[in-house]
């Protein structure tokens, strides 16, 4: 016998007829009818190697999962027992007919897969109800979902993102067979499409866009970023019968102070020369992110002018100890540390008398500021209630793109507001850094009149002729900001030929 070699025939669509076509359209992937799909076969084939492992997992889950379930009804309505007899979701995995990725400004990541499944899903279910077995079988199972997952925020720990979003986009395509005592109950006239109908319908009541299923996967605990959400005001009044550490005896007291699970420089008050009972009535300030989780430290110094400072002490406040907008006076008991098994805590060391407030910022997100045009266009502001409030101003500097140096490339972002200057990382050798750095600044009064100046530098390593140089910069009209409590934008650099910046910044008042 000779075989023969025969190619397959290929035929551009449209060389196809009609019928031909539309028997065809449906099967080609999206990636081949709209170019904003992307292919990925690598994941097909990863899944379809790792197919039989899921399988078994997942069926396992299921079975854990409906054991308490099943047990809620055995012994009611005469039912004996439920238990599968058969449970497997075929040997053909779930396929990715191509994949959409939305570019965002936003610290997220969006995706659009669409998923189709023509399984050879097995499931069989026995109930045993007064002595008789009945059965029920799910076989054939066909689904074609677009769902839409949302990665947000992105964060700097595994795995990177704190919460995944999914809702679907479209309705979904359910098909299945369904047996009841081994006859084919969905071939009963009219009953096929209508159980399709319901549980399409119902699976879009529940899931289709604009609703949304959250699925948390980070934690505060866990290293995701949280938000500012108040301020702490903390007032340093007074410390009473300090140990001695002079020769004299006498000490040089001061305090530093920081709050837990904030990477900021800690804050200090002056220093109170030879006094073992001094005063200080100082004010600072902190930006608070989990006031449930949160403590503010406190370490008392006493300062050496050559050797190290000696520590005289130490005391830590939590947070949730606190009333909002309400003062609260602490009189603190110094110890050596937070050990409660070391016995150096038995000493005396004196006390250290704190005030405490914190002041959440406004949920209603309303301004103080208001923007208002006379009849011949001039701007104005008003303050709303008569009142001006404080707040803080968060700027976060994303990345920026086509920044190139006459020298060299190692960028950096400088930050300048109301003479206080921030500064972002060094990138090596790139035209396009991403920083992804947040800046805190706290002012008594709305900046409406403010600018925000940033400046992209490049820096070489060592002592070096020009070792620094501008990319260029953008300033930043803070008007737009109070009154509407966030910008997220692109600027174009002033001095560069085509560099641009991504900023985000929010204002939030108390």
Known sequence: MTWLNMDPVIRPLRDLDYETLQTTIPDIPLWVKSPDYERIDWMNKFIFDMWPFLDKAICNNIKRVTRPIFDQYVGKYGIESIEFEELTLGALPPTFQGIKVYKMLEKVLVIEPVIRWASIANIIVNAKVHSFKVSVQLEDLHIMLTPRVTLKPLVPSFPCFSNVCVSLMEKPHIDFRLKLLGGDIMAIPGLYRYIQDQISNQISVLYHWPKVIHIPILDGVSGATKKPVGILHVKVIRALNLLKMDLLGKSDPYVKMRLSGERLPSKKTSVKMSNLNPEWNEH????????????????????????MHDKLGMQVIPLRLLTPYESKLFTLDLVRSMNPNDPHNKKNRGQLIVE??????????SRTSVMTLDGEGNASIREGNGESSGG??????????????????????????????????????????????????????????????????????????RNKESLGHVNINLLDVVNNGRINEKYHLINSRNGMIQVEIKWSTV
């Open 284 to 307: 600072f300030r902190f930006i608070v992110k989990d006031p449930d989780t949160q403590v503010l430290e406190l370490h008392m110094f006493d300062w050496e002018k050559i050797k």
């Open 392 to 465: 803080v101003l968060l700027v976060s500097v994303e990345n920026a793109e086509d920044v190139e140096g006459k020298q060299h490339t190692n960028p950096y972002a400088e930050v300048l507001f109301r003479g206080e200057r921030k500064k972002t990382k060094v990138m090596r050798k790139t035209r396009d850094p991403r920083w992804s750095e947040e800046f805190q600044f706290m002012v008594n009064e709305p900046p409406v009149e403010d600018k925000v100046h940033i400046e992209v530098k490049s820096k070489r390593r060592g002592l070096s002729f």
């Open 356 to 365: 405490l407030t914190f002041d959440p910022f406004r949920e209603d997100n």
